[in-house]
């Protein structure tokens, strides 16, 4: 509950940013002061690594009036540059902590030899004579110090004692080395130690932990004087305006509450939605009942208006199902005079003198717009004994060989005549199916004759027989090269009377009744039909007729 307090969390976040921040700031001033302290104690090391390089150049340059007198005789008086190095050096190491050493890999003197850190800088001289210096922090005898090395070059002063031949006896009496100009003789070691850099950078570490603390410190205390005078007080005094809203009082005083800002302004706009909702809590039973009475009148209007569409539904419905029964009995009784019409055309067709070629002509053109009008009343039947509910399917087991080979006599006579390449193709063996293989048959053939209808002479219409094991779906495929069907209307052309040309010059005949029977007729086989197609690329209709049918034999369509 303490951890859901305003202030707890302000002053917890405020504590955390700030830790952050001085955290931050510790370390860069920390790492910052250890730079400069390094190089402080480089710029030191450098000074007196000069001073004692100057020495040791002097003393060389003054060999000769060291070691000879005004009398021109010769005596080696042993101040050479390493002699006077070493004594500096132990002068300069009584006075002071610091330590002043001349090194090199092969010393004459053993008390000269180097320790590890400076034969690692002379491995380094050797190895990249253009570097000038190696510095850096190391532990002796367990105390901190600072590491100042820098190589000493052969130059003219140090050819006499330190030059060739080697092996041949200097004027100290030690093997010369047979140094050559420019090479590495040794280094200057300068050993500087870090007790008081160390003391002064721990001085500054906790005088910045004690600014800290006390900036933290005073920063919570101001945090939540603050946040305690200006938010926490005011929101109580909000909070408990509130709860006592909630138990039903809405006459709330807020006008003296304590605070400015955002605050002020939400106490006073919740002055207001206290006042506002006092004036509406009463005249709310008033208004409950205008509304009541409102709601009430609208219910009657809407269940007259419903009346009224049951009313206008069953009349629709019946109207529906009197042209229902008035299609199929003018349909039934119009296909028994044209049947008589196209049989006795037959007849004369065949007695008929076949030099008559015009008679013969007329009575053609009368047998194909009789079987034209009657396929056109069959179509007319069917549907409306499918709306009507009357049209059963006659199942049984059927070999789709048996039905494409049906259908291949009747529609490969048309394509020749127009001069179409037709043919069959069955992919692979094809399961019997349970259906009825008239309506399966017509299905087919509709396609198969729309294909030939809309492909121009020279083109080409496949059926394809497929097997979808996965689905076990029986796929009948019916392509064309033909004039194609636009993406907008392929929805629209399984529609009743719809054709995409409705035109009055359209070139080709037809009622928009065939493929909405055969899509009527795949649907009752629990099947399905699809288009797809480009326009002036042909089209391909897919039939599938599941083999596992839920069909009952004699079941409605």
């Known amino acids: 509950m303490f951890k859901q307090n305003l202030n707890y969390r302000f002053m917890f976040a405020t504590t955390v940013a700030?830790?952050?921040?001085?955290?931050?700031?510790?370390?860069?001033?920390?790492?910052?002061?250890?730079?400069?302290?390094?190089?402080?104690?480089?710029?030191?090391?450098?000074?007196?690594?000069?001073?004692?390089?100057?020495?040791?150049?002097?003393?060389?340059?003054?060999?000769?009036?060291?070691?000879?007198?005004?009398?021109?005789?010769?005596?080696?008086?042993?101040?050479?540059?390493?002699?006077?190095?070493?004594?500096?050096?132990?002068?300069?190491?009584?006075?002071?902590?610091?330590?002043?050493?001349?090194?090199?890999?092969?010393?004459?003197?053993?008390?000269?030899?180097?320790?590890?850190?400076?034969?690692?800088?002379?491995?380094?001289?050797?190895?990249?004579?253009?570097?000038?210096?190696?510095?850096?922090?190391?532990?002796?005898?367990?105390?901190?110090?600072?590491?100042?090395?820098?190589?000493?070059?052969?130059?003219?002063?140090?050819?006499?004692?330190?030059?060739?031949?080697?092996?041949?006896?200097?004027?100290?009496g030690y093997p010369k080395e047979g140094y050559k100009y420019g090479g590495l003789a040794g280094a200057i070691s300068i050993t500087v130690p870090m007790d008081i850099f160390i003391s002064n950078l721990r001085s500054d570490m906790l005088r910045h932990f004690g600014f800290i603390f006390v900036l933290l410190g005073v920063t919570l205390a101001a945090i939540y004087v603050l946040l305690n005078r200006l938010v926490a007080s005011p929101l109580s005094q909000l909070k408990k305006a509130a709860a006592e809203m909630g138990s039903g009082n809405l006459n709330v005083d807020l006008t003296n509450v304590k605070a400015v800002g955002e605050i002020k302004e939400l106490a006073m706009q919740f002055q207001d939605m206290a006042l506002q909702l006092s004036n509406l809590y009463g005249n709310m039973e008033q208004q409950v009942e205008t509304r009541t009475r409102e709601l009430q009148l609208a219910n009657e209007v809407l269940k007259a208006k419903q009346q009224e569409l049951e009313k206008a539904n069953l009349q629709l419905a019946q109207a529906n199902e009197h042209k229902s029964r008035f299609l199929a009995t003018?349909?039934?009784?119009?296909?028994?005079?044209?049947?008589?019409?196209?049989?006795?055309?037959?007849?004369?067709?065949?007695?008929?003198?076949?030099?008559?070629?015009?008679?013969?002509?007329?009575?053609?053109?009368?047998?194909?717009n009789g079987e034209n009008l009657l396929n056109l009343i069959n179509n007319l039947l069917d549907l409306a004994k499918i709306e009507a509910g009357r049209y059963q399917l006659n199942l049984e087991t059927v070999d789709m060989v048996d039905v494409i080979g049906s259908v291949e006599r009747v529609i490969a006579p048309l394509a020749m005549k127009k001069g179409i390449d037709f043919k069959t193709r069955f992919m692979e063996e094809i399961p019997l199916l349970k259906a009825d293989p008239e309506k399966i048959h017509r299905v087919v053939e509709n396609l198969a004759g729309n294909a030939v209808k809309f492909t121009p002479q020279g083109g080409k219409v496949e059926i394809k027989v497929d097997f979808d094991r996965e689905t076990q779906t029986v796929l009948v495929e019916v392509n064309d090269t033909g004039i194609g069907i636009k993406e907008e209307d392929q929805e629209r052309i399984f529609e009743?009377?719809?054709?995409?040309?409705?035109?009055?010059?359209?070139?080709?005949?037809?009622?928009?009744?065939?493929?909405?029977?055969?899509?009527?007729?795949?649907?009752?086989?629990?099947?399905?039909?699809?288009?797809?197609?480009?326009?002036?690329?042909?089209?391909?209709?897919?039939?599938?007729?599941?083999?596992?049918?839920?069909?009952?034999?004699?079941?409605?369509?």
Request: proline fraction near 4%; charge should be negative; charged fraction near 25%.
């Open 18 to 172: 700030i830790v952050l921040i001085m955290t931050v700031n510790f370390t860069w001033d920390y790492y910052e002061q250890k730079r400069q302290s390094y190089q402080e104690l480089r710029e030191k090391a450098q000074v007196i690594t000069k001073q004692l390089l100057a020495t040791r150049e002097f003393i060389a340059q003054k060999q000769d009036r060291i070691n000879f007198d005004s009398q021109g005789h010769f005596e080696f008086k042993g101040l050479n540059p390493a002699a006077v190095g070493r004594g500096l050096g132990d002068i300069f190491a009584s006075w002071t902590e610091y330590g002043i050493k001349q090194t090199r890999l092969e010393v004459r003197n053993p008390k000269n030899a180097p320790d590890e850190y400076e034969k690692q800088a002379l491995y380094k001289f050797q190895a990249d004579p253009a570097l000038q210096e190696v510095w850096g922090e190391d532990t002796l005898n367990g105390r901190k110090v600072f590491r100042y090395i820098v190589p000493l070059r052969v130059n003219e002063s140090c050819l006499p004692c330190h030059g060739e031949p080697a092996g041949s006896t200097d004027i100290a």
């Open 330 to 368: 003018m349909s039934h009784e119009l296909r028994t005079p044209l049947t008589s019409i196209i049989a006795f055309t037959e007849l004369l067709l065949e007695n008929m003198d076949p030099e008559d070629g015009l008679s013969r002509q007329n009575l053609q053109e009368i047998k194909v």
């Open 496 to 557: 009743r009377f719809v054709q995409v040309d409705n035109s009055n010059s359209r070139r080709y005949r037809g009622t928009g009744l065939g493929l909405a029977l055969a899509k009527e007729l795949v649907e009752m086989h629990g099947g399905w039909i699809r288009v797809s197609s480009r326009p002036e690329e042909g089209s391909a209709f897919t039939v599938g007729l599941p083999v596992a049918a839920s069909l009952e034999e004699g079941k409605d369509g």
